[in-house]
């Protein structure tokens, strides 16, 4: 309701602010408005993620879980002892 009342105050404070809000519908967060350079990084983001995800698929194709998880543990520890 306060977004349909307000929705160009909010649309001036995402795009002038940089700022974001929460769209909330009966209390549980539905949905966020964000201005277009935060949008682009997101989408951005999503898709380099969404690559690396599908090569990290093809290059464990055939491998045994337990080596992909050690694979995995092992690089999350690297990466956070650095």
């Known amino acids: 309701m306060t977004l349909r009342q307000n929705l160009g105050e909010i649309l001036n404070r995402v795009r002038l602010k940089h700022d974001s809000v929460l769209i909330t519908k009966a209390g549980t ?11 682009e ?3 951005m983001m999503r898709e380099e993620l969404d690559n690396f995800t599908r090569e990290l698929s093809h290059a464990y194709d055939g491998v045994a879980q337990e080596k992909v998880l050690q694979d995995i ?5 690297q990466a956070r002892d650095k």
């Not at 967060?29 to 949008?39: E, T, Y």
């Open 73 to 77: 543990n092992e690089a999350f520890h």
């Open 29 to 39: 967060p539905v949905a966020a408005l964000v201005d277009m350079d935060m949008f």
């Open 41 to 43: 990084k997101v989408r």
